[in-house]
């Protein structure tokens, strides 16, 4: 199983960015899969899960109506389109998904809200 993020960077305040997450080594259509972030200094927190069987998705209050999450089972991927940054957005973000008990992520992506 192999996760890898990508798309991270600085941004201003009320920038855009978009992340990806390329993912391989299992059947990535049968998975739900989640964004988490770590903020400096702080525990790592769940952004938004999207789910395997119809794609529901459920955000975290602090980014409903600025991030959007999509899947494409063809390509394997996950993209978190992040809108109206702000500064607390600050974060390393991971992609996440748990296969049989077991949970697996990537190495993260740098996402950097400053003016």
């Known amino acids: 199983v192999q996760l890898v993020e990508s798309g991270g960077g600085l941004v201003q305040p009320g920038g855009s960015l978009r992340l990806s997450c390329a993912a391989s080594g299992f059947t990535f259509s049968s998975y739900t899969v989640s964004w988490y972030r770590q903020p400096p200094g702080k525990e790592r927190e769940v952004v938004v899960t999207i789910l395997s069987a119809d794609g529901s998705t459920n955000y975290a209050d602090s980014v409903k109506g600025r991030f959007t999450i999509s899947r494409d089972n063809a390509k394997n991927t996950v993209s978190l389109q992040m809108n109206s940054l702000k500064p607390e957005d600050t974060a390393v973000y991971y992609c996440?998904?748990?296969?049989?008990?077991?949970?697996?992520w990537g190495q993260g992506t740098q996402v950097t809200v400053s003016s």
């Open positions: 996440r998904v748990r296969i049989r008990g077991r949970e697996y």
